[in-house]
């Protein structure tokens, strides 16, 4: 059997002492180091990260109803901003997870989207172990330390605007076309999926994004659009 990695630097960094570090340690197994240590003591990652993904959005939930005076649909926004893969994966490195992440060796040279997948994957796991072991009050305290705390940040950056909207409402205006999304490019495993979307008026291509799914590749493509005409009308 593999020799198990010490997760005192992490518990540090969490700020959180185990009482069963194995809770924490599977948090962090990917099933692809499974196929390669059969004989691995503990399970995969994915039933944590199911767990940690509902504790998440109802603590982000619960903040965004109490701390902002919005409509429905821009509180959704801003829990979407927050809570998605992007959002996650750059969380997962300032938490340094990838040091402590079990991944076979072919994932483990992966060092593009994929690996940002299951470095989002990893800290809903997480917080799914955090839950289990030591509570929700915990658990909430660490995702408002670590994840609540980049609201301000998304507010003021815009990251939570709904840009197909906001390009859909600007091309109509102004060209009277609605934009239309075509998936270029698709790759990956099921998993890990990637896409490539292109956003267009008419025949003519207006913008181009990538994504872990086609609603986020739309997301980043009307972005693109917006950002050419904006520099257009200078």
């Known amino acids: 059997m593999p020799l198990a990695k010490d997760l005192s630097p ?114 809903e796991a997480v917080i799914g172990a955090v839950y289990l072991d030591q509570g929700y009050a915990s658990a909430a305290t660490l995702i408002e330390r670590v994840i609540i705390a980049k609201l301000t940040d998304i507010v003021a950056q815009g990251l939570h605007i709904d840009t197909k909207s906001k390009f859909q409402e600007l091309a109509q205006e102004k060209y009277r076309v609605t934009p239309s999304y075509e998936v270029l490019r698709e790759d990956g495993l099921d998993h890990a999926k990637h896409f490539v979307v292109g956003v267009f008026l008419g025949a003519k291509k207006m913008g181009e994004g990538t994504g872990s799914s086609k609603q986020e590749a739309q997301q980043h493509a009307a972005k693109e659009a917006l950002e050419k005409i904006e520099k257009s009308d200078k």
């Not at 995969?44 to 509902?54: I, K, M």
Request: overall charge negative; charged content about 30%.
């Open 10 to 123: 992490l518990e540090k960094t969490l700020d959180i002492t185990f009482k069963n570090i194995d809770t924490l340690r599977q948090a962090l197994v990917h099933r692809s180091y499974l196929n390669e240590n059969p004989d691995f003591n503990l399970g995969h990652n994915e039933r944590l990260e199911f767990l940690g993904d509902a504790v998440l959005e109802l603590v982000v939930t619960d903040h965004l109803y109490h701390h902002y005076d919005l409509p429905e649909g821009e509180l959704t926004n801003l829990r979407a901003a927050i809570v998605r893969g992007e959002m996650l994966s750059k969380i997962a490195d300032e938490l340094a997870l990838d040091d402590f992440l079990l991944l076979s060796r072919g994932e483990r040279k992966d060092i593009g989207k994929a690996r940002q997948y299951i470095l989002a994957n990893a800290v």
